[in-house]
């Protein structure tokens, strides 16, 4: 099995800067595409970002080019988001995602995820 473990969301003003961090456990979770997603209250979880297994190939939702940046450290089984000129609307919580397939955008592909970290943008 695959165990993700989110940390580092909290309470941040509008236009100041946060690090996500997945924690990742399990067999071959460095050979997994990973991900990030996010649910804001009364709306639906949606993809924010995600990466191959080898970092090499990105892709972000619309609402976050530019200002957030997705990256991995294989040798620490780790995933971080780094998100930028934080918004209200940036407001959610934040789930990580892990897929032994390609990466994607439908969160119904993914097999194993965290428990979600809170992410609360001040303005």
């Known amino acids: 099995q695959v165990q993700l473990v989110e940390s580092g969301g909290g309470l941040v003003q509008a236009g100041g800067s946060l690090r996500l961090s997945c924690a990742a456990s399990?067999?071959?979770?460095?050979?997994?595409?990973m991900g990030w997603f996010r649910q804001a209250p009364g709306k639906e979880r949606e993809f924010v970002a995600h990466?191959?297994?080898?970092?090499?190939?990105?892709s972000y939702a619309d609402s976050v080019k530019g200002r957030f940046t997705i990256s991995r450290l294989n040798a620490k089984n780790t995933m971080y988001l780094r998100m930028n000129s934080l918004k209200a609307a940036d407001t959610a919580v934040y789930y990580c995602?892990?897929?032994?397939?390609?990466?994607?955008?439908?969160?119904?592909?993914?097999?194993?995820w965290g428990q979600g970290t809170q992410v609360t943008v001040s303005s």
């Open positions: 399990g067999r071959t979770v460095s050979d997994y595409a």
């Open positions: 995602a892990a897929n032994p397939g390609g990466p994607s955008q439908d969160l119904g592909s993914w097999r194993y």
């Open positions: 990466i191959t297994w080898s970092g090499g190939s990105t």
